[in-house]
């Protein structure tokens, strides 16, 4: 990235606000207030361009210092028999600092987006998968498969960047990739070509998904099939997907989990991935969970590197202790298990601690507003706009470093929790 | 101030030195001449004991995306081993995959001062830092892997010149933040993208045309020409096939006279004679190397019990899932750069292959001579976890224990096997040149694995246990940069290590191909790619160590 003194325009800007974490974004820098001026999409405009409003923390709804709120916090978290440090919405070091605070105050840990997170990690823990990239994906998709998910909503430039873009390494007619939907319908026309050729669509119900997607994995088996159709799909048209898969060289599966939004979906997700690895019995095929949003995957990573687990660990015991049940804090906090809850949250105003009856500190973007006050609000500053970071894409593979293109002033979230990690 | 190590039995190959009783002095993190004024601050009484440098396991899966795979992997593996928070140290777990915390105290409280990463995907450097990072006490380093990455085989398929090729590999290098170079099943992750199953030495890549051969040829020799000191790094082709033995010994014989350090040998020295059509080339293999004295190896030694399998051979690990024990794997496909494949594996002492490559591996260590050439790895963890090192060493210094062990195994392979016939025992010299100062010097630490004036006060100190599993695993004294960080085999200081790297010379004209290739190809900009010296550095704890490249680039 190179910054143009004159102008504060900033080149090459890594966007942490989407799970694919493009890079080519040009930004604009007046004061504090972020434009973003090229490449830029529904996310990243509000990511980058949300502006600054309060920058001063408070207790119980009245100002403070800075150095009060972290006291404050730190007593309550002495106090706590059951801490949990939730959101984790925050860049490398922020979870670096999460985790050593959670490990020294005997807290559970969690990921706001753990729910959809969950339904891939069990599925890793259980049978595992054979995945790809997202520069893979560029070069070599020649079938993509979109289960279940309305990817562009989440992922406004996917397509442009990973399907419809100019060209491929390896000589492949960008035009002859094909993409199916099965499930969800797309809301608007990213997958459609740039000759306007567009996408499949195999629809069905969310509930339906399960067992067509078993069928499907059925069929690729060679497994005969009673029925004529399945969640009205007609079985004829989900051969004819099969049979595409075996003669494609190089297919992509995807699916966002936030979309497979039902119960169990991790045996959908499983099935989708075991049925990947089955077609690599002859050609090639990959995975593509597309996730990585708020921070989840740096979240996820830096645990399971510090702590050997994933989210959902638990450290009341003096040691990692982790159960994705049990250490659910969502359903902690519902249970009124929590007595202090620490929610950080520094890239997106919208996304506050869910209600609960814990005492709540938020570290949190500049600009939130809560429906109950917290008794601590500590205004941190976002990653890759406030500070330098870094941030996990969705791949698990690639992480882009974020740079500070604004003084604001606002601390980091490593900061804060590490001046509370200090004080306990 | 100025410690006085007294009267410890000292190991230093690097100067000759075998069990002498003499001082070091310690001041400022560096051994030191005797004070001419005699002042001495701290006196420690070593009298009795054995004096080493600090142990550097030259290849260790410590750190990026495939161990993070493995770890996330394996909770029913961690539960077993959980390591609860003390005042000094941050909970973990341990056993195969252990957390980076963790595995930086363990390695420490063996007398281990550093460890280096063999596989760095350049598209990954920045995770394997991070979590190299987090690694405490413990040097730490890494070797970039190249060989199956699409921006050198489009150079070899164009027939660059070798000055280009350096030039790439020396960006590479710089912009990993690595001290090697690695190649791994050389194109055959690639070749694996394009559904090839298999590549042999001299078969070609269906897309590019290029040859695992002229692959290893154009790394070695870069590697060379820009004076790394660490020989091109070389996971060769067909990892665990049985018949192997061929393949391996063509790969060390043809590469011309070149540097060449071949890894995890063990799992390379395979034959197909036998009822089993599986036997060991340990002999042909050890006869190779001590014939080819521009070869070196580990050897990946297997030790019997649960561990996980985590590599960049994604052909090999998928043809090895079936295997897989639990049942569950992970391969991947990464960024037009490498791969990765995720295998959990038990082995079995009365599993007759088990048996065998456990064999294998001890007859290669016995067999080669020169232990300046051979170095003590379990490829961690895909042999064994590191921790079994010290009964590793056991079965190298202690002939009746190892024909013990041997006599409990599938009997069908202690027949195959000459092993029971082998009368070698290593000395504590040997291992400390294994260890230590071969070491050092393979990875091209200058100022590590020795304990000369200048050096690092990276230091063990054990007690001469004729048990040498007990004396292995719980030294006496550890100093890291001078500081005492262990005692009594218990940590009592937690530091944090240095990260080694060389920065070989290259023409930034490089970028004038590289920037175009990832603004056309890449999902990442060439700028977003590099990682700067600052992020070693990151939060204040890191800090980088550029070693010395050979005089002149060539050798
Ligand atoms: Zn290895």
New interface residues.
Partial sequence: MTESTEAKIWQEVASPFCGIASDDLTIKVEGNTVTVQENGDAITKKGFETPISDTQARIQGKEVSLEQAISHATDLLRNSKQPVIAGLATDLNGARSAMALADKSRATIDHLHSKAAFRNILVLQDTGWMNTTLTEVRNRVDLLVVVGSDIEVGFPRFFERMVWNEESMFGQEIESREVVYLGKTPSGDASTSPKGKKAQIIACDDADLPEVISVLRALLKGKTIQADQVGGIPVSQLATLADRLQQAKYSVVTWSASMLDFDHAEVTVQNVCEMVKELNAETRSSGLPLGGKDGDTTANQVSAWQAGYPMRTNFSRGYPDYDPYLSDTNRMLADDEVDTLIWVSSFDIDQTPPPSTAKTVVLGRSGMRFEQEPDVFIPVGTPGIDHEGRAFRTDSVVSVPLRKLRDSGLPSTFEVLSAIEKSL | MLTKLTGGRVYDPAHGIDGKVQDIYIRDGRIVDAPTDGKINEEIDLRGKVVMAGAIDMHTHI?G?K???A?????ED??AD????TELM????GHA??????AGYRYAEMGYTAGFEPAI?P??A??AH??MH?TPIIDKGGYVMLGSD?FLL?MMAANNDQESINNYVAWTMTHSQAIGVKVVNPGGINA????QRKLDLDEQNK?YGVTPRDILMRLAQAVNELGVPHPLHVHGCNLGVPGNLGTTIDTMEGINGLPMHMTHIQFHSYGTEGDFKFSSGAAEIAESINKNKNITVDVGQILFGQTVTASGDNMRQ?AG?PH?HP???????????AGCG?VPFKYKDQSYVNALQWMIGLEVFLMVDDPWRIFLTTDHPNGAPFTSYPHLIRLLMDKTFRNDVLSTLHPEAQKASHLASLEREYSLYEIAIMTRAGAAKLVGLADRGHLGVGGAADITVYTDHVDREKMFSKPDYVFKDGTMVVKDGELINVTWGTTHVVKPDYDISIEKALKPYFD??????M??FKM?ND?IV??GRGSLTIQPLHKGGAL
């Fill in positions: 750190g995306g161990v993070n795979i770890r996330t992997m394996l909770p961690h539960a959980v390591v609860a928070r941050r909970s973990g777990c995959a252990p957390s980076t915390l963790t995907l598209i990954n920045r995770q991070m979590e987090d699409d489009r694996f993208k394009f559904n897309y998928f899932s897989s049942n569950k794997w992970v391969c991947m496909d990464i960024e037009c750069d995720v056309r190809y890449h999902t990442q900009k700028g977003n700067s992020e990151d939060d």
